[in-house]
């Protein structure tokens, strides 16, 4: 009895302690926010910002169906190769000029990942 008790506590134990390194992930702490990659960063929350933000709209809402477009075009039985080159240009060429007009504000520090670069939005 003793040992089916000393078997299930260090079971026990070690599940306790495996599920704790597995809530921590890779490594990265706390998250990105701590790096000062997060949403509500004091440089983006400011009037120049938003202007950038209103000016380029268009061209942001011009990507993301651009975007969709080529995906339903990819998702048919025969997708044409032209017109996927062409939206894929399209899209590089208009993530170039979102680029050029960030940087031109100096806004292309933070927005890696959340405003033009490999992710959605």
Do not use: H
Request: proline share 2%; glycine share 14%; with cysteine.
């Amino acid at each position: 009895m003793k040992k089916a008790i000393t078997a299930v506590a260090a079971t026990l134990i070690v599940g306790f302690f495996a599920a704790s390194a597995y809530a921590w992930g890779c490594g990265y702490g706390y998250g990105g926010g701590m790096y000062g990659n997060g949403y509500n960063q004091s440089g983006y929350n400011n009037g120049a910002y938003q202007t950038f933000i209103n000016d380029t709209q268009a061209l942001r809402s011009s990507i993301s169906a651009d975007r969709a477009e080529l995906n339903a075009l990819m998702a048919g039985a025969n997708p044409d190769p032209q017109k996927a080159r062409a939206l894929s240009e399209k899209i590089s060429r208009s993530e170039n000029e979102l680029r050029n007009k960030a940087q031109q504000q100096n806004f292309s520090g933070g927005m890696g990942n959340r405003g033009y670069s490999q992710g959605w939005n």
